[in-house]
């Protein structure tokens, strides 16, 4: 493997990412499903809340949007796998409108709204993996990094945003928020299937087997080649003690506050610190660290993002926890976006829907798992001593991923092997780029051994 790396190239804009009508289509369309879910989420729980009474009823029908991913998040994205991915989006808002519509007519009872929340949110694994596996051929390059980190950025926008905004309209009216839900899934899907080409799925019959071989096939590629095994440890590891302070803000703030301002508000700051961290994290280091710097801080950041809140231990105020909070979300912010844009760069066409949704049900499971347990450990301990000897524990853990990170010629020999696996395919789907997009990849024809940035 050539040693050259284009070293002179700066990093990719936003103004660049922004310029495809694809990806501004896409991201739209995103940007209001997400405010959605996360609108419906705050709207059900009123709802629900409202017609039975049942705070355990209520804290269901928040809970369920969740079990798609568990019971069924692999399968349903194979699955997507096999079809256009343009037509699943659209199918997927389409059936989610239709459902959120029936949950908003009143009367409803509660047992069938929490049904047809479940069955509304399975549309989310193959919609979301679908978009995941159309991404990179929208984007090349730097270009899909920074468009991966606008995705995640606004992906925590959208849940303040969602909150706010469904909270506010569901103590007026919670059906008038569920109607408002589905228009933004309308919405959505207009918007795909006006800006988004048609392409066919890059599953191809050589790919072809049965669902079930199809699920596993997505498992063992993510664990069994060591680049992707190595990110997806990484992400796991970061969503394991990230999650932790957002999870356990109700109970920091019923036990600490610092006379500034109550329990209930000192809970809503501590919940949005990190996503706030995350967009800043996002914009700042996506618009101004150049690539390859990007990818010379992994290591570093992957110690610093648990480190930051180990001085939990010490008992901070609301305020300052926060600030930790933040910090946390800001270091995660440099790993997550750069290991997804190697994490599909290494993979090969026709695997990324399913390798999504293996990641994205390891990310689910992992955040509930971590907040129960500190949830568990807070019933005996003091939450701010349970939230910095997890940290303390995940800067353990991080130092064995920082260790055990591949080196930069592993990860490009695994993003070439990728590309040669693709094109090697002769029953492969070819795929046209426009603007930016198709320059990046003509330039990248010739020298695909050398290393990516």
């Known amino acids: 493997m050539s040693d050259e790396r284009p070293a002179q190239e700066g990093p990719a804009t936003f103004r660049d990412v922004f310029g495809q009508p694809e990806f501004r289509a896409l991201f739209a369309a995103n940007i209001l499903s997400w405010v959605g879910d996360y609108l419906a989420k705050a709207a059900v729980t009123v709802l629900v809340l409202r017609e039975t009474e049942s705070v355990a009823l209520s804290a269901a029908a928040f809970a369920v949007s969740y079990l798609p991913w568990l019971l069924g998040g692999p399968l349903l994205s194979a699955l997507a796998e096999r079809h256009r991915y343009r037509r699943v989006m659209v199918i997927c808002d389409l059936i989610r409108m239709a459902l959120m519509l029936l949950v908003a007519m009143p009367f409803m009872p509660a047992w069938s709204i929490l049904a047809l929340i479940f069955l509304a949110t399975l549309a989310n694994p193959p919609s979301q993996a679908a978009r995941s596996a159309v991404m990179p051929q929208i984007l090349t390059g730097d270009r899909l990094v920074v468009g991966l980190s606008a995705f995640t950025s606004a992906s925590q926008a959208a849940q303040v945003v969602g909150y706010l905004i469904g909270a506010t309209i569901a103590a007026l009216n919670p059906n008038a928020a569920l109607l408002v839900n589905a228009a933004t899934f309308a919405l959505s899907a207009l918007l795909v299937r006006v800006g988004v080409r048609d392409r066919p799925s890059t599953m191809t019959a050589r790919h072809r087997s049965h669902l079930l071989r199809e699920t596993g096939q997505g498992f063992r590629i993510v664990f069994e080649r060591p680049v992707l095994r190595a990110i997806a440890l990484l992400v796991f590891s970061a969503m394991l003690f990230s999650i932790v302070p957002e999870g356990l803000a109700a109970g920091w703030a019923a036990e600490r506050t610092d006379g500034a301002m109550d329990a209930g508000t000192a809970q809503a700051v501590i919940m949005a610190a990190g996503p706030v961290g995350y967009v800043l994290g996002g914009l700042i280091i996506g618009r101004l660290v150049a690539p390859a710097r990007r990818l ?158």
């Open 296 to 453: 010379a801080l992994m290591r570093p950041l992957m110690v610093i993002a648990p480190a930051v809140l180990v001085p939990a231990l010490l008992d901070p105020t609301p305020s300052v926890v926060a600030l930790l909070a933040a910090a946390c979300g800001f270091a995660v912010a440099g790993l997550v976006p750069v290991a997804n844009g190697l994490f599909v760069q290494a993979l090969p066409d026709g695997y990324r829907a399913r390798a999504f949704g293996v990641m994205a049900t390891g990310t689910q499971v992992i955040q509930g798992a971590a907040v129960l347990a500190t949830g568990a450990l807070a019933e005996r301990f003091s939450v701010p001593s349970v939230v910095g000897a997890w940290s303390a524990a995940g800067v353990l853990l991080m130092l064995v991923a920082a260790f055990a990170w591949p080196r930069p010629r592993t990860i490009d020999a695994a993003i070439a092997a990728a590309r040669a696996e693709s094109s090697a395919d002769p029953l492969a789907p070819t795929h046209t780029a426009q603007g930016p997009a198709a320059a990046d990849r003509g330039r990248e024809h010739g020298r695909r051994r050398h290393a990516v940035t």
